[in-house]
């Protein structure tokens, strides 16, 4: 049984529909890349799955239970923590007032204490007493993750993390991540940057207008140049 399980998913904004009969699933400890261009419909996916989107109809469970009736408190209440594209850290508060009221706030799972953030983290180590309005983006980003790990979820959902960020961050973000999935968690991760995303992930899916163009192991979308020529407009994965 998946941990999460979506099946025939529809998504509106409105009289917008924009997710079209969406079937994806994720496995316990597995990591997966959601793949697609701008507009595809990644964000929208996780919405679903947040609870956050306007309207959904659709199959949704997660740990085998039927969630799609599920308020968003609740679905986070079940251990479901997403880190949006925009970052959420409290800028007037500093790395380690941010991560307290992120441990703090948790509920439904038992939160981890902030030295063990710190030690995942180091760079956030050396900020503790920073302001989040004086972080770089990609400490933003470090600091944004590290809130939504402090809640020991059971399926992390990142959104485009690397947005933004300049390559030496992003090879920070990725040593952190990679530690992150070695970790007893689930994580459903959308990217651009599709070797960022396939380096960390054991499975993909693209999706194109908000339906489901492709899945399987990132071993064999790593043979298929024309799938991501097709779907995601970049050449060959190095
Ligand atoms: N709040 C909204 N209201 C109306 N339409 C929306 C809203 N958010 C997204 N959409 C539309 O839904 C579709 C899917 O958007 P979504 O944000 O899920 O794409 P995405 O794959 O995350 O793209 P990106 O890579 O640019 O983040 C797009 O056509 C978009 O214009
Ligand atoms: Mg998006």
Do not use: C
């Amino acid at each position: 049984m998946s941990l999460l399980e979506l099946t025939d998913v529809n998504g509106y904004y409105g009289n917008s529909h924009v997710l079209f009969d969406l079937d994806l699933a994720v496995d316990r400890n597995e990591v997966i890349a959601l793949l697609g261009r701008n507009g595809a419909g990644k964000t929208t996916t996780l919405r679903t799955v947040t609870g956050t989107i306007p309207r959904r109809q659709g199959g949704l469970t997660f740990d085998g239970t039927d969630i799609s009736h599920d308020s968003v408190d609740e679905i986070s209440n079940r251990g479901i923590k997403l880190v949006p594209e925009e970052r959420r850290v409290f800028p007037t508060l500093t790395v380690h007032e941010n991560m307290q009221v992120a441990r703090d706030m948790t509920s439904g799972t038992e939160p981890r204490p902030v030295e063990e953030m710190y030690e995942i983290f180091p760079v956030l180590d050396e900020l503790r007493e920073n302001r989040g309005r004086n972080l770089s983006g990609g400490e933003q980003q470090m600091l944004s993750v590290a809130r939504a790990l402090i809640q020991s979820p059971d399926l992390l959902l990142l959104d485009e993390p690397t947005e933004g960020l300049a390559p030496v961050i992003v090879d920070d973000l990725y040593d952190v991540l990679s530690e992150v999935v070695e970790q007893d968690v689930t994580v459903l991760i959308t990217e651009q940057n599709v070797d960022f995303a396939l380096d960390l992930a054991e499975r993909a899916y693209i999706i194109d207008k908000g339906s489901n163009a492709w899945d399987g192991t990132v071993a064999e979308l790593e043979q298929r140049a024309d799938l991501l020529d097709e779907y995601l407009s970049v050449g060959a994965v190095e």
